[in-house]
C-alpha cells in the first residue's frame, strides 16, 4: 500500500514543543523529495519546510530558526521539530514526498492537526 501516515500532532501551550512524524511505505523512499506543509482556515497551503536527497533544505521565513526537518531513510520516515510554538502555527500540518524529475511524482499524508494556545 502506498501511503504517508502521521503522528505527533497535538494541542500545545505558546512557547512549548512539539515533534511530527510521518511514515512513507510502498515507495522507495530515498529517491524523493519530503517536506511539510500546512493550512490554516480560510488560507492557502503554505510550504514549512523541505528536503531534498541530497539533504539540503529550506522553511519559510516564518518557522526559520524554530522548526528543523530532517528524514531517516533506513526508517522511511520525515520529522518536523517545532519549537518556540505561537498561535499563528496553528493549523493542519500535511507531509509530503515528490519528485520533479520527470515523470514526476507527488503523494500528499491525510494531514494532522496542529493547535498553539495562546
Known amino acids: 500500500q502506498v501511503q504517508l501516515v502521521e503522528s505527533g500532532g497535538g494541542l500545545v501551550q505558546a512557547g512549548g514543543s512539539l515533534r511530527l512524524s510521518c511514515a512513507a511505505s510502498g515507495i522507495l523512499f530515498s529517491i524523493y523529495t519530503v517536506g511539510w506543509y500546512r493550512q490554516a482556515p480560510g488560507k492557502q497551503r503554505e510550504l514549512v519546510a523541505a528536503m531534498t536527497t541530497g539533504g539540503s533544505t529550506n522553511a519559510a521565513d516564518s518557522v526559520k530558526g524554530r522548526f528543523t526537518i530532517s528524514r531517516d531513510n533506513a526508517k522511511s520516515t520525515v520529522y518536523l521539530q517545532m519549537g518556540s510554538l505561537k498561535p499563528e502555527d496553528t493549523a493542519v500540518y500535511y507531509c509530503?514526498?515528490?519528485?520533479?524529475?520527470?515523470?514526476?511524482?507527488?503523494?500528499w499524508g491525510q494531514g494532522t492537526q496542529v493547535t498553539v494556545s495562546s
Open positions: 509530503n514526498v515528490h519528485r520533479t524529475t520527470l515523470p514526476a511524482y507527488d503523494l
